[in-house]
């Protein structure tokens, strides 16, 4: 079983739909928690940070987090054909485990105009 | 803001030769940085973990000696790919984490896509 598991998709959207992405995990021990944006041939970008429980919100997105059931997911409001990017959950259990991020598999979106 | 940058952003080499990639961070410093391959509609692999003036912690399964990782200053690590054959063709990334960052926040560079011929 892998540590992170995340729908790859393709999810296909019209625009102005609201998108929900989500991850599950295993490892107990993480309590950092990340939401990045890929553009193909791109670095991913960072969006979404949340430490402990509980949720976020920056413009469109929100993020939330429950540890209780290992269990995240990402938000989109009002989704924008420019939204179609890959998304990537990761998740660390900070300093104990060296600050790695451990990476979901992304999930491939496209908001179609 | 929090700006690191990849160089090369591609590179085709012949089989044989070796590659170098920098990771800079720009407007920070950063205690350790990351490094991750990337395959086609797949999810980043870490490859190892680099802090500045030690050696790297390479993940199982990465070859210490074909990867060969070097973080001489807060700003600046290197990967070299070391007789890079077609197999080792795919994307690369690295990752800076802040300096006395409290958390785990890591910003990513454009990524380097390696093609060996």
């Known amino acids: 079983q892998k540590e992170v598991e995340q729908d790859p998709g393709p999810l296909s959207v019209p625009e102005g739909a609201i998108v929900s992405l989500n991850c599950t995990y295993s490892?107990?021990?993480?309590?950092?928690f990340m939401w990045y944006r890929q553009y193909s041939r791109k670095g991913p970008e960072l969006l979404m940070y949340?430490?402990?429980?509980g949720n976020k919100e920056d413009g469109r997105f929100t993020a939330q987090v429950d540890k209780s059931s290992k269990y995240i997911s990402l938000f989109i409001r009002d989704s924008q054909p420019s939204d179609s990017a890959t998304y990537l959950c990761?998740?660390?259990?900070?300093?104990?485990?060296?600050?790695?991020?451990?990476f979901g598999q992304g999930t491939e979106l496209s908001v179609k105009p | 803001g929090a700006v690191v940058s990849q160089h090369p952003s591609w590179v085709i080499c012949k089989s044989g030769t070796s590659v170098k990639i920098e990771c800079r961070s720009l407007?920070?410093?950063?205690?350790?940085m990351f490094w991750y391959r990337q395959f086609p509609k797949q999810s980043l692999m870490l490859m190892a973990t680099?802090?500045?003036?030690?050696?790297?912690?390479?993940e199982q399964g990465v070859e210490k000696d074909k990867f060969l990782i070097n973080h001489a200053s807060l700003t600046l690590s290197t990967l070299t790919v070391t007789s890079a054959h077609p197999e080792d063709s795919s994307f690369y990334i690295c990752?800076?984490?802040?300096?006395?960052?409290?958390?785990?926040?890591?910003?990513f560079g454009q990524g380097t896509r390696l093609t060996v011929v």
């Open positions: 990761a998740m660390s259990a900070g300093d104990n485990q060296g600050g790695k991020l451990i």
């Open positions: 490892n107990s021990a993480f309590q950092y």
């Open positions: 407007d920070f410093q950063a205690t350790t």
């Open positions: 680099s802090n500045e003036g030690s050696k790297a912690t390479y």
């Open positions: 990752s800076a984490r802040k300096w006395n960052s409290m958390n785990t926040e890591a910003f």
């Open positions: 949340t430490y402990s429980s």
